[in-house]
């Protein structure tokens, strides 16, 4: 069983900063990606940014510059690194991986989603 747990969600005010944090566990071989969307009320879910095994990332136009993903492979754990936030920032947040299990001698490939969490910029 596969989980993907967030934390680091919450209220800041305009300009502020946060960091949210997503950790995998479970039966995991290895990780494609792990990467952010965000939900905003009465909005479709769109993507923030991703990371993929080998290096590369990418950015929602709108976040380009003020927001900045990184991974830690040896905790299996992605960071979401938010300076500059604005109110049009504000959304529940979902951490995504699409990740490789075993089990026996077989090899599974499945994204997974968190349980979101909050983010809020307001004054």
């Known amino acids: 069983q596969v989980q993907l747990v967030e934390s680091g969600g919450g209220l800041v005010q305009p300009g502020g900063s946060l960091r949210l944090s997503c950790a995998a566990s479970?039966?995991?071989?290895?990780?494609?990606?792990m990467g952010w969307y965000r939900q905003a009320p009465g909005k479709e879910r769109e993507l923030v940014a991703y990371?993929?095994?080998?290096?590369?990332?990418n950015y929602a136009d709108s976040v380009k510059g003020r927001f900045t993903i990184s991974r830690d492979n040896a905790k299996n754990t992605v960071y979401l690194q938010m300076n500059s936030l604005k109110p049009e920032d504000t959304a529940v947040y979902y951490c995504n991986g699409n990740l490789i299990t075993k089990s026996g001698t077989y090899y599974y490939t499945r994204t997974y989603w968190g349980q979101g969490t909050q983010v809020t910029v307001s004054s």
């Open positions: 990371s993929i095994s080998g290096g590369s990332t």
């Open positions: 479970g039966s995991i071989f290895s990780i494609n990606g």
